[in-house]
Each structure stands twice: as C-alpha cells, then as structure tokens.
C-alpha cells in the first residue's frame, strides 16, 4: 500500500482529523492531529488510530507504522518550537 493510499485511508475513516503519512510501502510514519484526542492518554490514541486501519493491518497491507497522535493545540505548541 503507498503512503497516499493509506493516508487517504486514514482521512476516510478518520474524518475530523488531520491526517499525513510518508513511507516507503513497509514502514510508515503517520501523524493524526484531532480534537477527538483531548483528554485521552497517548495508547487510547494510538488504538483509535490502529482501529482505524485494522483490516489493513491484518491482511499485511500495512506492516510497520509509528504513530504520532496529537490534539490540535499540542500540534501548534509542535510547530511553534521549531
């Protein structure tokens, strides 16, 4: 599966939220900025996003993924650090 492919996935599935994902076909980096997050702890994250694309995941289209999930105001807090 291509990065575009997945990330036009994850934006499907994942409507409300921001998505992007860069990676070679085998490893992938994906980051998911929603609003949806607030209040939750980084692993309750990381499952909605895994829910997300557990089909993916079984059949071995998706293989490696690491994921950065973030509420909107911890993405701007990111971006205003570099």
């Keep these: 599966m291509s990065p575009e492919a ?3 996935l994850l934006r499907e599935r994942l409507p409300e939220a921001e998505v992007a994902v ?3 076909g085998y490893k992938y980096e994906i980051r998911v900025v ?3 997050f607030e209040g939750l ?3 309750k994250r990381q499952q909605k996003v895994y829910a ?3 089909d993916e995941i079984q059949s071995g289209a998706v293989h490696a ?3 950065q999930a973030l509420t909107p ?3 701007d ?3 205003s650090s570099n």
């Design 22 to 24: 860069s990676g070679d």
């Design 73 to 75: 105001d911890q993405w």
């Design 6 to 8: 997945l990330e036009s």
């Design 52 to 54: 997300a694309m557990s």
């Design 65 to 67: 993924v690491t994921i």
């Design 34 to 36: 929603s609003q949806t």
């Design 41 to 43: 702890l980084p692993v």
């Design 77 to 79: 807090a990111l971006q």
